[in-house]
């Protein structure tokens, strides 16, 4: 943009709507009408500033704040920033290990780099299509479907991502069923029904007393998750949300609530059958998305508000954060320590897991590690196949290296 805002040869709308399809490329839901809406809005802004062009476009195409940084990575490549620009050309070309002084300050999301690869020009696609004619010996290389079960979803590109959020629609969650208080007619029971049998007697004036049986009702337990969106789990809570759609939609009792610095209650939301909808909604009811993390007074307001409602029959508890506590675990042993009698099984799924040289230094981390049953890691889709083995013998024997974290811990 020149000295008054204008593209050069006064191409502003065109450009503003190449703008969109960028933005359509990376994701963000934009149709012709939001394009229309953000040229009418800078018709009336005007162009004198550029920061005033920024929150224009914002206003119109942003409506989740997961939306925020796609939004402000694409801004500042498309509208030349060159840093930026750099470090999304580094992303699509062959990479090489970097010493600590060559690496980028922020990383650029693939999702974006990928958008605006898309229109590249007619020479790069002669490139592509001719690199396309190699072949490759493909004898001994992992299907794409075993390759996308083992991607970081930090590290997932868009189409990678649309097809995670297709394979989490298919993952079950065969929770055992436990027995329960009440019983159920049934012939092969161990236990007498005396007024069944009282009643069967009458019938036949006492002379017959045909004995009658009954056994205890089993059900599948509530599941209750806890979900960590603070701003260093944005990007995991974000695709965990479409799990926990597929999950709340195939079964029942199953309780979501998000919590960063205060604590929010989103299954009503999460049961709508279009996820856009329940996005959307989960959106407007949250206001603590990306920010810092509360673990311990989110527990403290979940233990008093809401344990006693669905931690009931035997309930299994999803943890879903890094244990990273802005509050250096204040209060956090006492709350956690309360859950865990709470709930049949807790399970405690941390993405920090899929570093290999991970130790629990962090104080939120050793107050909450004493009190689990389980301690899986969550970043990708193997991850999460996992779980359901886990979750389908609850009275399995927790992973040995579980006893090794908590000793660390202690």
Known sequence: MNATGQEEGGHIAANIMHFARVLRAAGLPIGPGKVIDAIQAVKSTGLGRRDDFYWTLHAVFVNRRDQRELFDQAFHIFWRNPQILERMMSMVLPSAELGEAEKPEAEVSLRIAEALVAGASPQDDIITRESEEIEFDATLTFSREEVLREIDFEKMSLAEIEAAKAAMR??????????????????????????????????????????????????????????????????????????????????????????????????????YRDIDIALDKIGEAVVDWSGGTRIGQCLYEFNRDWSRRVLTQGAVVLLITDGLDREGGDGLPKEIDRLHRSSRRLIWLNPLLRYEQFQPKSQGIMAILPHVDEFRPVHNLESLMQLSHILSDLDAISDPTLKRWQEMAA
């Open 170 to 271: 298919r993952i079950r969650l065969p929770i055992k069923d436990i027995p329960t208080r009440r019983f159920r007619a049934d012939k092969a029971g161990n236990r007498a029904d005396m007024r069944a049998t009282l009643r069967a007697a009458l019938r036949f004036g006492g002379d017959v007393i045909p004995m009658r049986w009954r056994s205890r009702r089993r059900r599948t337990p509530p599941l209750v998750v806890l979900c960590d969106i603070s701003g260093s789990m944005e990007r995991y809570a974000r695709m965990l949300l479409h799990f926990l759609h597929a999950i709340t939609n195939d079964r029942d009792r199953v309780h979501t609530f998000l919590f960063g610095t205060r604590l929010t209650n989103v299954t009503r939301y999460l049961r």
